[in-house]
């Protein structure tokens, strides 16, 4: 930030967010940082992403699968396999006939095209649980319109969509 400046780059947003200090407004800086500042955020940045890091996985949430439709799958993969140095595979029609690729944590993206004329295009994320009927359960019981109920993949596991407030989100038991 510059002197007396109250507006932060999106650049020191994100790296206030990624410290947990979002909610930190920062007014009237008087001078700019100094060398051993910048180092000393530096080290409280890399603990906090190492603290991150250690989180226990049985508290969290984790993507299974994401999937994208869209109207040009060639397109897509390029510019995914482009971007993150990756090759989509051939069509698996065990999944519509994605094209997928592993991503860094083990999980799968898959891009495909619609499977009918009105299907949305959708960025389509599918969390893993431990039991799809209860996770399906819940979210009915919530409100939630099960759109797929519980569908057995072969050689993949089983997936259910549910919609809430217009948003289209993937269950998937391995």
């Given amino acids: 930030m510059k002197p007396g400046n109250n507006n ?18 920062i007014a009237g800086c008087s001078s700019e940082p100094t060398p051993e500042s910048v180092v000393e955020n530096e080290t409280n940045e890399n603990a906090a992403l190492a603290e991150a890091k250690t989180i226990d996985v049985g508290n969290t949430m984790r993507v299974h699968y994401l999937e994208i439709v869209t109207e040009d799958v060639s397109k897509a993969c390029d510019i995914y396999g482009g971007i993150h140095g990756v090759s989509f595979g051939e069509p698996d029609m065990s999944l519509g006939g994605a094209r997928t690729a ?61 919609i809430e407030g217009g948003i289209e989100a993937g269950l998937w038991q391995v």
């Avoid at 206030?16 to 407004?25: E, F, H, M, P």
């Avoid at 898959?110 to 209860?134: C, F, K, P, S």
């Fill in 102 to 162: 592993k991503m860094s944590d083990g999980s799968m993206i898959g891009v495909r095209a619609r499977m009918h004329d009105q299907e949305n295009l959708v960025t389509r994320a599918y969390l893993l649980v431990d039991d799809i009927a209860a996770a399906v359960a819940e979210a009915e019981k919530a409100g939630a319109l099960i759109a797929l109920p519980p569908m057995e993949i072969p050689g993949h596991g089983t997936c259910a969509i549910y």
């Fill in 8 to 25: 932060i780059s999106r650049r020191e947003a994100v790296k206030l967010a990624s410290t947990g200090l979002a909610g930190v407004v």
